[in-house]
Nanobody, 128 residues
């Protein structure tokens, strides 16, 4: 049974930083493309970042490029999202997700429909 558990969310002031973690269990973590998504109240879920199985390729939505960094530790079955220079527009519930399709991150890495396992989310709130 696939299980993804996020942590690290919280409340910070604009300009601050947070590091989100996602621990995976129940499947071969290292064989899956992984992604971070976020959803703010009243808005659709948005792909934030994705990372290939070996960490060699990363993908970012333009709004976070240069501020957020996605990484993974396959030995620890853990996915990370380092978030710097946070602003109020980053306020959302953040979810990690696993993508086990044959093409992995090569196809639609930031599209939520292509992911087939999700965590429960961790809230990030940025105040101005």
């Amino acid at each position: 049974q696939v299980r993804l558990v996020e942590s690290g969310g919280g409340s910070v002031q604009a300009g601050g930083s947070l590091r989100l973690s996602c621990v995976a269990a129940g499947y071969t973590f290292s064989s899956n493309c992984m992604g971070w998504f976020r959803q703010a109240p009243g808005k659709e879920r948005e792909g934030v970042a994705a990372i290939s199985t070996d960490g060699g390729r990363t993908y970012y939505v333009e709004a976070v490029r240069g501020r957020f960094t996605i990484s993974r530790d396959n030995a620890r079955n853990t996915l990370y999202l380092h978030m710097n220079s946070l602003n109020p527009e980053d306020t959302a519930m953040y979810f990690c997700a696993a993508k086990s399709t044959p093409r992995g991150c090569s196809a639609s890495p930031l599209s939520s429909w292509s992911y087939n396992a999700w965590g429960q989310g961790t809230q990030v709130t940025v105040s101005s």
